[in-house]
């Protein structure tokens, strides 16, 4: 692709800013052709080598500047990040929400870059938390990244552990270590929560130790108040749970459950079985009690002992289950003593067996009517 020439490229952006922002050159300034002065070096480069597009380069360029001195230094940065595979993409998402790592220092940089490619962030992994997060490359590499890893690494023992946790909140490796994520995981310590059970919440839910450390306090009150034991899975999943939910939306949630028919101590009862009940969107909890309670003629304190019915498919795995329970219990095929509500929690491979396989003699049709592809009256 053939290079425009400078000039003609100060012609475009020029003419495009009178086009798509009139109000930089409204009636009202003076009419000196000084007034309309040539885009900046900094959205020049930003446009040209960083490949942004033009409006977000004069945004950022409002704000901030660099100086065409250092065009070599600049230059120098972006063939640094591109020798370890950040494309295009990458560079100009990077650029766009850090554009100071323009006057970094390259040295400084391949410290950091190699750091983290030593404890396993590589290839595409690398440049995606990166890119996410380039707040990263502005932290020291002594005062904050490796002590953020070295903090990760108590908890977490391996390197594809770390990576996993960083994938899913890249801000691990720039948040505030010691006023907010070793604060939290003290607070938790001193409850009881085994190492086993911290490392399944940094990992599986790192936002969760992110949080500010009044919030946690609350969290833990909260999951306190459900006589949740700190060494149950249950613990630690009730307070990433609290986390994500503010009050109200809390209270809207107790208030619908309510509604439905559960009691305070029903409702208690589900979450300290199972605390994801409360992040199951209302939709989802309207649509599965009515069914339960309408359909399946189930009370809710039934759907308090099962909590985790609230989690599943109604396609994937309600739907079908309730249709062959249904066929068996027609043809009395069903163990009397079965608690209906129960069977839908077996797993996969134990309901086929036990359900569908062991009854394809007396009814041929049920892996179909299962699968989906026989439709059945109920």
Not at 272 to 286: A, D, G, L, N, T
Not at 292 to 319: C, E, G, H
């Amino acid at each position: 692709m053939a290079k425009i020439p400078f000039k003609s490229f100060l012609y475009l952006m020029q003419k495009r800013l009178l086009t798509t922002s009139p109000r930089l050159y409204s009636s009202s300034l003076p009419s000196s052709s000084s007034t309309l002065s040539s885009p900046s070096y900094t959205t020049q480069f930003l446009v040209k080598s960083c490949g942004l597009p033009l409006d977000s380069a004069v945004s950022i360029s409002q704000k901030f500047n660099l100086d065409e001195k250092k065009l070599q230094n600049h230059e120098s940065v972006l063939e640094f990040l591109k020798s370890h595979g950040f494309s295009d993409t990458h560079i100009a998402k990077l650029v766009s929400k850090h554009p100071r790592i323009l006057q970094a220092a390259v040295d400084r940089l391949k410290l950091k870059i190699e750091y983290l490619q030593e404890n396993g962030f590589v290839g595409p992994v690398l440049h995606s938390v990166i890119a996410s997060n380039p707040t990263i490359l502005r932290r020291s590499l002594d005062k904050h990244i490796k002590p953020s890893l070295d903090f990760l690494k108590e908890f977490l023992d391996t390197n594809e552990k770390i990576v996993t946790a960083v994938k899913r909140g890249p801000w691990l490796l720039s948040f505030d270590l010691k006023g907010i994520l070793k604060p939290n995981a003290s607070l938790l310590m001193e409850e009881g929560v085994p190492r086993s059970k911290m490392s399944l919440l940094i990992a599986l839910q790192p936002r969760a130790i992110m949080q500010n450390v009044d919030k946690m306090v609350y969290a833990i009150e909260m999951t306190r108040s459900f006589d949740i034991k700190p060494t149950d899975l249950a613990y630690v999943i009730a307070i990433a749970v609290i986390l994500s939910m503010t009050k109200s939306m809390w209270q809207k949630k107790v208030e619908l459950y309510k509604k439905l028919g559960l009691t305070e101590v029903e409702i208690s009862k589900a979450i300290k079985r199972q605390p994801r009940v409360m992040v199951c969107s209302e939709e989802k909890i309207k649509s599965l009690m009515d069914f339960f309670t309408n359909t399946m003629k189930l009370k809710p304190s039934v759907i308090a002992t099962y909590p985790n019915l609230l989690l599943y498919s109604f396609d994937a795995r309600i739907q079908p289950r309730f249709n062959v329970l249904k066929i068996l219990a027609s043809k009395k095929l069903l163990p009397p003593h079965k608690k209906i509500a129960w069977l839908f929690t077996e797993s996969e491979a134990r309901f086929l067996t036990n359900y569908v396989t062991k009854y394809l003699d007396q009814v041929p049709d049920l892996m179909e009517l299962y699968r989906g592809v026989k439709k059945t009256n109920l």
